[in-house]
């Protein structure tokens, strides 16, 4: 009984603080409209604020305590609502939240970056080691102070949101901001607001909760997952019940972590009570959802193009991918190849999320999870090489991934977007973990009790045995894998996704089945991540859990969005950037660099869903793509480039900024040659490249050439009108 009433006091104090988070994220959302999924990263560097004045610069606590959660938070939630969320008005809600994922990663990298992971720094309690008896138990005082703040919280909140004209005002704008301006509402200083008293929030459940978990950057960070399940149960609306959800969620917390020991065998393996109690009570709540209705067409600033591919164009991608490839594997040395290695497979990892986010706009977070899977069955079924793994790697991932969209066939936007995200983090914090069992007389052991030895593919005999071989071999799966993308927006398949994406309940009027469509696509999009896992555990040869973090799936989510993810050329920069060393070689000490860097880029292009590589490289390269002697100009430069460095007239350093030169600048040249009256009489009558229609009036004028190109587009060459029609 005892141990009884300490779990629960326990789990009460968890509760709280789990309270005070998701009471924050319903806040900022009730008031916004925006899911703020830097919720947890924001009271993580508050907690390490809090120890830099409490600790690094001896400040008595209450100053340091109310220094950040009074002053420096709200200071900080205001300006990223001012510098950052203010300017995303009008699009999506999907962009928003892969903004609220930028904020998460650049926080995280500067949290590592200012405060090294390597060094311990503990974090008392508030008045440590004093009591209260309750009940014939200890009650720290601590526990009492999480309690105490969580009832002032929610009383507040509640009395601010039903009971004041500012929350009246802060309601209003989330329902139509446009007329709530008309009754004499400022919006913008509403949604300031909002994230002010959010960062707060936030950053006092960090503070009161570092002391439990230690001061760890990723676990502080994903606390916030542990709160997404109260947020939910309260319909992210509903404070009462989110306080609900979260007294329900601190309470099984503890008492599954208390008798964890007494627990059956099966009950551990199954279900994971140590790691995943949230997760799982966010998957049900989730499914408690009520069915989102069909969407229809909504009006945004910005809307995202996904032109469609030519088949010469597709083919000439692969193809230099694969010439590319060859020709580098060739000039870089030995010590790099082990990293560069594993560009493929996280480009094939990224090529999955096109179809699926890109074509259909379905949010997926787990793209990695379905990667590890991949990984998983290439180890097991991959003995000797056998090629027939990979077979499996693609249809075990695919059968999985047809299970995990059952949800999207009810939930749409943040909540699908939730609910991959949880099966992200149960998959590498349980799933993958299970250790060695037996069960009917087979022995299971899916992780190979946390390590995997992966064979490279064996073909026709062949055994990819140096790494140089599978960084070629990863070309050609790239190539193949960018092929089939391709040939999916290609198809009549590619244009119901473009349809679905556009609205639901349009592609229902017109006889589509959207359920269908997004069954099949998550099933085609987990197939290809699979894939890519299996490919990318035969570069890593041998790896346990860490690359499969979900963390690092958000990165590569990130990239792509930076990228564009409706352009195969984003999937090779996210190959490229992620695996490659030379952030790491220009900047050794700078560890957290590309994780910062990726974050502010997203920060800033989130703006923009098309992307940098279709807005300002592709639409450069497209007046080349009509030039063949332009082409085959700069083909040749880069080939002459390349033979120097083979024959040592330049050094690596040199080879790789003067190849690069040549890709930037060859766009510029051609544009100022076409310039000349003679090459503008040439083009007068030139096509523009099929990719380029679709920007017609965007980055194209209205021109005789732009009019020629689409009549031929839409099969309207050969008709001609008479000037008596016209009359």
């Known amino acids: 009984m005892q141990q009884f009433i300490i779990y629960t006091f326990s789990g009460l104090t968890t509760a709280s603080i789990y309270a005070i988070a998701a009471m924050g994220l319903v806040l900022t959302y009730t008031a916004t409209g925006v899911f703020n999924f830097s919720h947890g990263a924001m009271g993580m560097i508050a907690a390490f604020g809090y120890w830099q004045m409490r600790f690094g610069w001896n400040w008595p606590a209450p100053v340091a305590f109310v220094a950040v959660v009074f002053v420096v938070a709200p200071l900080f939630g205001a300006a990223l609502e001012i510098g950052i969320m203010r300017r995303l008005e009008g699009t999506s809600p999907t962009t928003k939240l892969v903004v609220t994922i930028s904020i998460l990663l650049s926080l995280l990298g500067l949290g590592a970056w200012v405060w090294d992971p390597q060094v311990s720094r503990p974090l008392r309690r508030f008045f440590e080691g004093d009591k209260v008896k309750v009940l014939g138990t200890g009650l720290p005082y601590h526990q009492?102070?999480?309690?105490?703040?969580?009832?002032?919280?929610?009383?507040?909140?509640?009395?601010?949101?039903?009971?004041?004209?500012?929350?009246?005002?802060?309601?209003?704008?989330?329902?139509?901001?446009?007329?709530?301006?008309?009754?004499?509402?400022?919006?913008?200083?509403?949604?300031?607001?909002?994230?002010?008293?959010?960062?707060?929030?936030?950053?006092?459940?960090?503070?009161?909760?570092?002391?439990?978990?230690?001061?760890?950057?990723?676990?502080?960070?994903?606390?916030?997952?542990?709160?997404?399940?109260?947020?939910?149960?309260?319909?992210?609306?509903?404070?009462?019940?989110?306080?609900?959800?979260?007294?329900?969620?601190?309470?099984?917390?503890?008492?599954?972590?208390?008798?964890?020991?007494?627990?059956?065998?099966?009950?551990?393996?199954?279900?994971?009570?140590?790691?995943?109690?949230?997760?799982?009570?966010?998957?049900?709540?989730?499914?408690?959802?009520?069915?989102?209705?069909?969407r229809g067409i909504s009006m945004a600033r910005i809307r995202e193009s996904s032109p469609r591919p030519s088949r010469g164009g597709a083919l000439g991608f692969a193809g230099a991918v694969i010439a590319g490839t060859i020709m580098v594997s060739l000039v870089i040395p030995k010590t790099n190849m082990i990293s560069v290695s594993r560009t493929w497979g996280i480009g094939i990892i990224a090529l999955s999320m096109i179809p699926l986010i890109g074509y259909a706009g379905q949010i997926s977070l787990c793209q990695l999870s379905f990667a590890g899977i991949g990984m998983v069955v290439m180890h097991h079924?991959?003995?000797?090489?056998?090629?027939?793994?990979?077979?499996?790697?693609?249809?075990?991932?695919?059968?999985?991934?047809?299970?995990?969209?059952?949800?999207?066939?009810?939930?749409?936007?943040?909540?699908?977007?939730?609910?991959?995200?949880?099966?992200?983090?149960?998959?590498?914090r349980w799933i993958f973990q299970i250790p060695k069992f037996t069960l009917f007389g087979h022995t299971f052991d899916m992780f190979n009790s946390g390590n995997l030895e992966i064979k490279t593919t064996r073909f026709f005999g062949l055994h990819l045995k140096s790494y140089r071989d599978m960084f070629i071999f990863g070309s050609f799966a790239f190539a193949l894998a960018a092929l089939c993308v391709a040939a999916v927006r290609r198809s009549a398949y590619g244009q119901r996704l473009i349809a679905l994406k556009d609205s639901e309940a349009a592609c229902a009027t017109l006889g589509m089945n959207p359920k269908l469509a997004k069954l099949s696509v998550f099933a085609l999009s987990a197939g290809i991540a699979g894939f890519g896992g299996a490919i990318y555990g035969q570069s890593l040869r041998s790896t346990g859990i860490d690359p499969l973090d979900f963390l690092i799936g958000l990165s590569i989510v990130m990239v792509m969005v930076i990228g564009g993810l409706n352009s195969l050329g984003a999937a090779l920069f996210a190959g490229i950037f992620l695996a490659s060393p030379i952030l790491g070689n220009l900047f050794p000490h700078l560890t957290q660099l590309q994780t910062v860097l990726v974050g502010l880029a997203g920060i800033g292009l989130g703006k923009n869903p098309n992307g940098f590589i279709r807005r300002d490289i592709r639409s450069k390269w497209d007046v080349m793509l009509g030039h063949p002697s332009a082409m085959m100009a700069i083909v040749v430069v880069e080939v002459a480039v390349w033979l120097a460095r083979i024959n040592g007239h330049l050094s690596?350093?040199?080879?790789?900024?003067?190849?690069?030169?040549?890709?930037?600048?060859?766009?510029?040249?051609?544009?100022?040659?076409?310039?000349?009256?003679?090459?503008?009489?040439?083009?007068?009558?030139?096509?523009?490249?099929?990719?380029?229609?679709?920007?017609?009036g965007l980055t194209h004028p209205f021109d005789d050439q732009a009019v020629a190109s689409l009549d031929r587009s839409l099969g309207l060459d050969h008709f001609t009108i008479s000037p008596s029609v016209g009359q």
Do not use: E
């Open 381 to 428: 079924m991959g003995a000797g090489g056998n090629p027939v793994a990979l077979l499996w790697a693609i249809g075990i991932s695919a059968v999985v991934g047809l299970i995990v969209a059952l949800p999207s066939l009810r939930l749409s936007g943040i909540y699908l977007a939730l609910s991959t995200a949880a099966f992200a983090v149960l998959m590498d």
């Open 144 to 294: 009492l102070i999480a309690l105490g703040f969580a009832v002032v919280v929610a009383v507040g909140l509640r009395v601010l949101l039903y009971r004041s004209r500012i929350g009246v005002a802060m309601r209003a704008c989330v329902d139509d901001r446009s007329l709530a301006a008309l009754n004499g509402v400022r919006p913008n200083r509403i949604s300031m607001l909002s994230w002010a008293i959010g960062a707060s929030l936030a950053a006092l459940s960090g503070i009161l909760v570092s002391p439990t978990i230690s001061l760890n950057g990723v676990a502080l960070t994903l606390l916030i997952v542990n709160t997404y399940a109260a947020a939910i149960i309260g319909r992210l609306r509903n404070l009462p019940m989110t306080f609900v959800g979260a007294l329900i969620l601190g309470l099984a917390n503890d008492y599954s972590r208390g008798y964890a020991d007494r627990l059956p065998i099966a009950v551990k393996f199954l279900g994971g009570p140590l790691v995943s109690t949230s997760i799982i009570v966010l998957f049900f709540a989730l499914l408690w959802l009520p069915q989102s209705r069909l």
């Open 652 to 696: 690596r350093w040199h080879y790789a900024i003067v190849a690069l030169l040549v890709l930037a600048l060859a766009p510029v040249i051609c544009a100022a040659v076409l310039k000349d009256r003679t090459a503008a009489k040439a083009t007068i009558t030139a096509p523009l490249p099929s990719s380029s229609v679709d920007w017609i």
